[in-house]
């Protein structure tokens, strides 16, 4: 069945350090989505794309990057950890931009950065 | 301002009751409006999605949009415990990006 995974689900790293986490779809959706989740904030979203070589800054994306050179992965990569980034991460897909276009979420990474 | 708005609860019903969650939005071009259902420690999973204002029915989930109002809400009849859970609402705006709002969060009570 087509899925989308994430990992590490748990990573607990130092301040300054460069963390990447891990999505994986099997569904050959064309968008991808990162969200973080904190208390209080529901979710929001950090970066997107739309397709290979696409990327777009969501709400809250200082501190972070992505890349796109496949389909199937949209890693995203925390260049110098901070406290504040303490959260749990999701990450979605969809197949098209739609009106009625649904995203399905992974399982969710949960960092803490000391 | 948040553009999603939604009690964060606890809301807390009975077993057997009618549970309401509401939300209400800001962006009155917003087209697609979603619930998503989130477990402790889980991923948000879609449970409900409407387009046209008036009802939609899904087995016990009813979603209700007013576009005039700008509110959606979902009500579960026969509330379980397992419906115990954080309920997402999630309103796409032009610019096809969904926000969400914070979650309110429902208990039913055995």
């Known amino acids: 069945d087509a899925e989308i995974t994430q990992s590490p689900r748990h990573k607990i790293t130092e301040t300054g350090r460069q963390v990447t986490l891990a999505c994986h779809q099997t569904?050959?959706?064309?968008?991808m989505f990162w969200y973080r989740q904190d208390l209080g904030h529901g979710l929001r979203l950090i970066h997107y794309?739309?397709?290979?070589?696409?990327?777009n800054k969501g709400e809250v994306s200082d501190g972070y990057s992505v890349s796109r050179s496949n389909t199937e992965d949209l890693p995203l990569t925390l260049e110098s950890a901070a406290s504040s980034q303490t959260s749990v991460y999701f990450c979605?897909?969809?197949?098209?931009?739609?009106?009625?276009?649904?995203?399905?979420f992974g399982p969710g990474t949960r960092l803490t950065v000391l | 301002q948040k553009e999603v708005e939604q009690n964060s609860g606890p809301l807390s019903v009975p077993e057997g009751a009618i549970a309401s969650l509401n939300c209400t939005y800001s962006?009155?071009?917003?087209?697609?409006f979603f619930w998503y259902r989130q477990y402790s420690g889980k991923s948000p999973e879609l449970i409900m999605s409407?387009?046209?204002?008036g009802d939609k029915e899904d087995g016990r989930f009813t979603a209700q949009l007013n576009k005039a109002s700008q509110y959606v809400s979902l009500l579960i009849r026969d509330s379980q415990p397992s419906d115990s859970a954080t309920y997402l609402c999630?309103?796409?705006?032009?610019?096809?990006?969904?926000?969400f709002g914070g979650g309110t969060r429902l208990m039913v009570k055995p």
């Open positions: 979605a897909s969809s197949e098209e931009l739609a009106v009625g276009d649904t995203q399905y």
């Open positions: 569904w050959n959706h064309n968008n």
């Open positions: 794309s739309y397709g290979v070589h696409d990327t």
């Open positions: 962006d009155r071009v917003s087209q697609s």
């Open positions: 409407i387009y046209s204002n």
């Open positions: 999630a309103v796409r705006p032009a610019g096809n990006m969904l926000t």
